[in-house]
């Protein structure tokens, strides 16, 4: 140990560790390098892969829900990105939603494609419309287009001869307007709104309704790489071979809205709320009926704001409630219940003022609410008038009529047992002991019999 020069071990030591923390620095930033080339090269990736498309489902009735939700997409766009495909399978809808949509998708500034899509889907009445109003207008294989024809909304769905002309030459117009807006064909679409005519995805297709049929989205967007179209930013040239497809679902919030847009969940919310209430003002402190009730009122109502509601059938609706509760207080034998169930039909036929299927209530859901909610009024009615025929329990007037046995020989007074009880007795005619007697009249707190034979 004596023979070691301290000082040359430590220059040595501090040497070799001067090598390894040189050797660790280097290791350092050759790792730092190649995250930072990794980091930099991660969106340069991605934005070789292609535009992003975001792809909604419309699988159901245009009504207001629908339409927000369609323009709330649009909206969502990002300028610079692919577009939006609306997947489209419709019966048809309220012609001022429709509307709204078209107005979204002619003056939207991204390209909005429209696929009638899957197989076996539909894009009639106002789906036509929405259809040819898209930059590009697609179908699929299976599925068909047309039948645009105005349909009356209204008191009953009628309008008279004048006013139906009008209502058709206006939406002819607007047809035409949108065919000649997307260089579409301008009679067919005239046809579609005057003879309600509808065709094929193939016959759409040579009668350039549409631009493309597709088996599917993947498909679709191979078949229109590279097309020109004309946003309201300005002419955008499709770019698709390689777009990355963003699927968008509802939210909780849409799906609730559209959910209410059925005219039969409208119904039906209205009749629970009426029950709801009347269960609740009939038996106060109950709390659980009132609050349904008061919660369903309130969505039936909402409900009722996006869709054609005649008010004669709810004010029908609601005077067969009142003539159920006045079975209860007036004893009519039965003919206000005959006649609010009457006004439950009648109010149920008219609620929805539209003639066009979508906005009619279902003979499905109708009849059987009809005959619960008159069941349950009827039910209700006759527990109410048994509670008022029925014979006291209680009191003076609950032992009248009732029977027992003579304890002793009962005249001027005695004693029997009625009801588990000894009571003093009397009779206007003497009743030997162990006979059956019937309690005629009280006086104070003896009891008037006579002999009751079986």
């Known amino acids: 140990m004596a023979g070691i020069d301290i000082g040359e071990a430590s220059k040595r030591i501090l040497k070799q560790d001067g090598g390894t923390l040189h050797m660790k620095y280097k290791l350092f930033c050759a790792i730092f390098l190649l995250y930072g080339i990794v980091f930099c090269a991660g969106p340069v990736q991605g934005a070789s892969e292609g535009p992003v498309f975001d792809v909604i489902t419309v699988d159901s009735a245009i009504t207001p829900a629908i339409a927000e939700y369609i323009e709330m997409c649009i909206d969502d766009v990002e300028l610079g990105s692919g577009g939006l495909i609306i997947l489209l399978d419709t019966p048809g809808g309220l012609d001022t939603s429709m509307r709204d949509i078209v107005k979204k998708i002619l003056n939207a500034p991204v390209p909005v494609i429209v696929f009638v899509y899957p197989p076996g889907a539909r894009a009639a009445s106002a789906g036509v419309l929405i259809t040819m109003a898209a930059h590009i207008a697609a179908m699929s294989p299976g599925t068909n287009i047309g039948a645009a024809h105005p349909v009356a909304v209204g008191f009953g769905g009628k309008m008279d001869d004048t006013m139906a002309e009008k209502v058709e030459n206006d939406a002819v117009a607007y047809a035409v307007g ?83 847009s059925n005219p039969n969940i409208a119904y039906l919310l209205l009749l629970i709320g009426l029950a709801g209430l009347y269960f609740e003002f009939s038996n106060p402190g109950a709390i659980l009926p009132g609050v349904v009730g008061a919660i369903s009122l309130i969505l039936a109502f909402f409900a009722m704001q996006t869709l054609p509601v005649n008010y004669a059938g709810i004010l029908l609706i609601i005077f067969a409630v009142v003539l159920f509760i006045a079975e209860i207080k007036i004893i009519s034998h039965g003919l206000l219940t005959v006649a609010g169930i009457i006004s439950l039909v009648l109010g149920s036929l008219l609620l929805f003022s539209s003639a066009a299927p979508v906005f009619q209530i279902s003979l499905g859901v109708m009849i059987p609410a009809i005959v619960v909610i008159s069941a349950f009024f009827a039910g209700v009615i006759l527990l109410a008038v048994r509670a008022q025929v029925r014979h006291p329990a209680t009191g003076e007037e609950g032992m009248i009529g009732q029977t027992g046995k003579t304890i002793t020989p009962v005249h001027e007074d005695g004693k029997i047992f009625i009801k588990g009880e000894y009571w003093n007795a009397c009779s206007r005619t003497p009743i030997e002991k162990g006979e059956t007697v019937r309690v005629v009249r009280i006086r104070g707190l003896i009891l008037e019999v006579e002999q009751f034979s079986q």
């Open 178 to 260: 949108i065919a000649e807006k997307r260089q579409r064909n301008v009679e067919w679409a005239a046809q579609a709104v005057r003879k309600s005519v509808s065709i094929t995805a193939e016959e759409a297709l040579k009668k350039k309704v549409i631009d493309v049929v597709a088996e599917n989205i993947s498909e679709l967007l191979s078949q229109i790489d590279g097309k020109k179209v004309f946003t309201s930013s300005g002419p955008v040239t499709l770019s698709t071979k390689s777009a990355i497809i963003n699927e968008r679902k509802m939210g909780l919030r849409e799906r609730i809205l559209t959910s209410l």
